[in-house]
């Protein structure tokens, strides 16, 4: 399983204590980053689902994505829904730069029921890395099944691969650094999904519970980003924010030698740095499952 450390929190509970700026931006940074990984996906889905009318990006963030899916089907409008209004703005400044704010709407409010509000049946319904901050999986599935038309596809990213960005000896600290911090992540994610309202532990096997709620499965297929060393200054930006939302965010729960050792990654002035040294990449797989209402 990989998660994305840096979405948790954002879709669920308390908002007051977010930056919202700073998330925003870690969000929108991470997007663009991932773009090609994503073009890649939407062309696949493409040949799944070749005209639609309505798109809807449920846990879109700040649009980025959204953005994408206005790009990739130009006779589509496209609706923008999470939780988290300020995000929902940074979707609507997005669209109207790129030229598609005409046909791009946005929708606030909690997954699936925010789906109620939506005029129309969906004839795509892309959720990304969303559907795991819903207690019930299979409920919110079976939501999103409900409002596709027929002949509606439903896109779902879950799962894949931990990224990774540095070998496993950097030359400093105790080697295995990133599959340190990946099990703290697991950790973190089990108690995210323990804490959530009407959690219900669910066997992770995405097309069986798209069949359960009357979908039949048309494809799986993971996609890579690929951004190999030496790398550009905008990975490393990327890079320094992600190990430094670990840092804060495992401050408590890492040793002693892998705190000194991200201290020292994330120090500009060190040559041992993320900023500096020549070994860092980005490597990463996001998997998509698709499934089409019939009936």
């Not at 204590?17 to 939407?42: C, G, K, N, V």
């Not at 689902?49 to 496209?78: K, Y």
């Not at 559907?131 to 939501?143: E, F, N, V, W």
């Amino acid at each position: 399983m990989a998660h994305d450390h840096e979405t948790h929190g954002h879709h669920h509970h308390d908002h007051t204590d977010i930056d919202w700026s700073r998330m925003a931006e870690h969000l929108e940074t991470q997007a663009e980053l991932f773009t090609p990984l994503y073009e890649r996906a939407l062309a696949w889905l493409g040949h799944k689902q070749t005209e639609p009318g309505l798109i809807v990006d449920a846990g879109s963030g700040p649009g980025v994505l959204s953005c994408l899916l206005a790009e990739a089907f130009p006779g589509a409008r496209v609706v923008a829904v999470d939780g988290a209004e300020p995000l929902l703005e940074r979707a609507r400044a997005r669209a109207a730069r790129l030229g598609v704010a005409d046909r791009f709407g946005t929708l606030a409010g909690e997954l699936p029921a925010i789906l109620d509000d939506l005029d129309y049946p969906v004839d795509l319904l892309w959720a990304s890395r969303s559907l795991h901050h819903l207690g019930d999986q299979r409920a919110g599935i079976a939501a999103f099944a409900a409002r596709l038309a027929r002949g509606g596809t439903l896109a779902l990213m879950e799962g894949g691969l931990p990224a990774r960005f540095l070998p496993r000896d950097i030359g400093i600290g105790r080697p295995g650094l990133q599959a340190r911090l990946d099990a703290l992540e697991e950790e973190r994610f089990a108690l995210m999904r323990a804490g959530l309202a009407d959690s219900v532990a669910e066997v992770e096997d995405w097309p069986a519970l798209m069949a359960s709620a009357g979908l039949r499965h048309t494809g799986t297929r993971s996609f890579m980003l690929d951004l190999p060393a030496p790398t550009t200054d905008r990975a490393r930006a990327y890079i320094a924010a992600s190990l430094g939302w670990l840092r804060e965010g495992f401050a408590e729960q890492l040793d002693a030698d892998d705190r000194d050792t991200l201290d020292r990654l994330l120090d500009p002035e060190d040559a041992a740095s993320v900023h500096r040294r020549p070994d860092v990449f980005v490597l990463a797989v996001h998997t998509v499952h698709t499934a089409v209402r019939t009936g």
